[in-house]
Protein backbone atom coordinates (compact mmCIF):
# COMPACT_ATOMS: atom_id res chain seq x y z
CA UNK A 1 0.00 0.00 0.00
CA UNK A 2 3.09 2.17 0.91
CA UNK A 3 4.32 1.85 -2.79
CA UNK A 4 1.32 3.24 -4.28
CA UNK A 5 0.77 5.94 -1.82
CA UNK A 6 4.19 7.00 -2.99
CA UNK A 7 4.41 6.34 -6.53
CA UNK A 8 0.55 6.49 -7.49
CA UNK A 9 0.98 9.22 -10.29
CA UNK A 10 3.71 6.62 -11.62
CA UNK A 11 1.65 3.80 -11.78
CA UNK A 12 -1.25 5.45 -12.78
CA UNK A 13 0.37 7.00 -15.65
CA UNK A 14 1.94 3.34 -16.61
CA UNK A 15 -1.37 1.85 -16.68
CA UNK A 16 -2.87 4.29 -19.05
CA UNK A 17 0.27 3.58 -21.59
CA UNK A 18 -0.40 -0.22 -21.13
CA UNK A 19 -4.48 0.78 -22.05
CA UNK A 20 -3.21 2.82 -24.88
CA UNK A 21 -1.10 0.22 -26.19
CA UNK A 22 -3.00 -2.75 -26.19
CA UNK A 23 -6.25 -1.28 -27.59
CA UNK A 24 -7.15 -1.89 -31.08
CA UNK A 25 -5.72 0.19 -33.57
CA UNK A 26 -8.29 -0.65 -36.03
CA UNK A 27 -11.36 1.78 -35.52
CA UNK A 28 -9.13 4.68 -35.07
CA UNK A 29 -8.99 7.13 -37.93
CA UNK A 30 -5.77 6.98 -40.32
CA UNK A 31 -4.01 10.35 -39.45
CA UNK A 32 -2.36 12.22 -41.92
CA UNK A 33 0.86 13.41 -40.35
CA UNK A 34 3.79 10.68 -40.75
CA UNK A 35 5.40 8.88 -38.15
CA UNK A 36 2.50 9.94 -35.64
CA UNK A 37 2.55 6.68 -33.58
CA UNK A 38 5.85 7.24 -33.26
CA UNK A 39 5.50 10.96 -31.78
CA UNK A 40 2.74 9.82 -29.82
CA UNK A 41 5.74 7.33 -28.64
CA UNK A 42 7.64 9.60 -27.29
CA UNK A 43 5.49 12.35 -25.59
CA UNK A 44 4.18 8.95 -23.50
CA UNK A 45 7.61 8.32 -22.17
CA UNK A 46 8.14 11.87 -21.95
CA UNK A 47 5.98 12.11 -19.76
CA UNK A 48 6.54 8.78 -17.78
CA UNK A 49 9.76 9.72 -17.49
CA UNK A 50 8.87 13.16 -15.46
CA UNK A 51 6.46 11.51 -13.46
CA UNK A 52 8.87 8.78 -12.36
CA UNK A 53 11.48 11.29 -11.69
CA UNK A 54 9.56 13.52 -9.80
CA UNK A 55 8.10 10.69 -7.72
CA UNK A 56 11.37 9.63 -7.27
CA UNK A 57 13.09 12.94 -6.45
CA UNK A 58 9.73 13.38 -3.86
CA UNK A 59 10.59 9.88 -2.03
CA UNK A 60 13.52 9.33 -2.65
CA UNK A 61 16.70 12.66 -2.37
CA UNK A 62 17.39 11.93 1.25
CA UNK A 63 17.86 7.83 1.18
CA UNK A 64 20.01 7.62 -2.55
CA UNK A 65 22.02 9.82 -4.60
CA UNK A 66 20.89 12.41 -7.06
CA UNK A 67 22.40 10.18 -10.05
CA UNK A 68 20.68 6.91 -8.79
CA UNK A 69 17.19 8.68 -9.01
CA UNK A 70 18.53 10.31 -12.47
CA UNK A 71 19.29 6.73 -13.55
CA UNK A 72 16.19 5.36 -12.56
CA UNK A 73 14.44 7.78 -13.93
CA UNK A 74 15.41 6.73 -17.44
CA UNK A 75 16.26 2.85 -16.78
CA UNK A 76 13.02 2.38 -15.39
CA UNK A 77 10.81 3.25 -18.31
CA UNK A 78 12.81 2.48 -21.05
CA UNK A 79 12.56 -1.12 -19.34
CA UNK A 80 9.19 -0.48 -19.16
CA UNK A 81 8.90 0.86 -22.45
CA UNK A 82 10.72 -2.29 -23.95
CA UNK A 83 8.55 -5.09 -22.02
CA UNK A 84 5.66 -3.04 -23.83
CA UNK A 85 6.94 -3.87 -27.01
CA UNK A 86 7.83 -7.76 -26.43
CA UNK A 87 4.31 -8.25 -24.92
CA UNK A 88 2.64 -6.44 -28.01
CA UNK A 89 5.11 -8.87 -30.49
CA UNK A 90 4.06 -12.13 -28.46
CA UNK A 91 0.66 -12.16 -26.79
CA UNK A 92 -2.32 -12.62 -29.16
CA UNK A 93 -3.56 -9.26 -29.62
CA UNK A 94 -4.31 -6.96 -32.07
CA UNK A 95 -0.92 -5.35 -31.89
CA UNK A 96 2.64 -6.18 -32.89
CA UNK A 97 6.05 -4.71 -31.43
CA UNK A 98 8.17 -2.60 -33.11
CA UNK A 99 11.53 -1.46 -32.67
CA UNK A 100 11.47 1.62 -33.99
CA UNK A 101 8.38 2.70 -30.71
CA UNK A 102 11.56 1.40 -28.77
CA UNK A 103 13.85 3.70 -29.83
CA UNK A 104 11.34 6.73 -29.82
CA UNK A 105 10.41 5.81 -26.33
CA UNK A 106 13.71 5.48 -25.14
CA UNK A 107 14.48 9.06 -26.70
CA UNK A 108 11.23 10.51 -25.11
CA UNK A 109 12.34 8.61 -21.85
CA UNK A 110 15.76 10.86 -22.18
CA UNK A 111 14.33 14.00 -23.03
CA UNK A 112 11.79 13.90 -20.47
CA UNK A 113 14.73 13.40 -17.76
CA UNK A 114 16.32 15.93 -19.48
CA UNK A 115 13.94 18.44 -19.02
CA UNK A 116 13.25 17.30 -15.73
CA UNK A 117 16.85 17.94 -14.59
CA UNK A 118 16.26 21.07 -15.87
CA UNK A 119 13.31 22.21 -14.14
CA UNK A 120 14.70 20.05 -10.93
CA UNK A 121 17.75 23.13 -10.94
CA UNK A 122 16.11 25.73 -11.73
CA UNK A 123 13.58 25.00 -8.66
CA UNK A 124 17.09 24.00 -6.54
CA UNK A 125 18.64 27.96 -7.24
CA UNK A 126 15.42 29.59 -6.62
CA UNK A 127 14.95 28.33 -3.36
CA UNK A 128 18.49 29.22 -3.09
CA UNK A 129 18.27 32.34 -3.93
CA UNK A 130 15.10 32.73 -1.38
CA UNK A 131 17.33 31.99 1.65
Request: proline share 4%; with cysteine; net charge positive.
Given at each position: ????????????????????CF??????????I???DKMV??????????????????Y??N??S????????????????G?V?????????D??G???????????????L???MT???W???????EK
Amino acid sequence: MRVIKKYGLSILFCAIILVLCFISTKPLPKVPISNFDKMVHLIMFLGLSGVVFFDNTLYLKNRISYWRIVFGSFLFPTLFSGLVELMQEYFPIDRTGDWMDFLFDAIGSFIGLAICMTINTWLKKSKAAEK
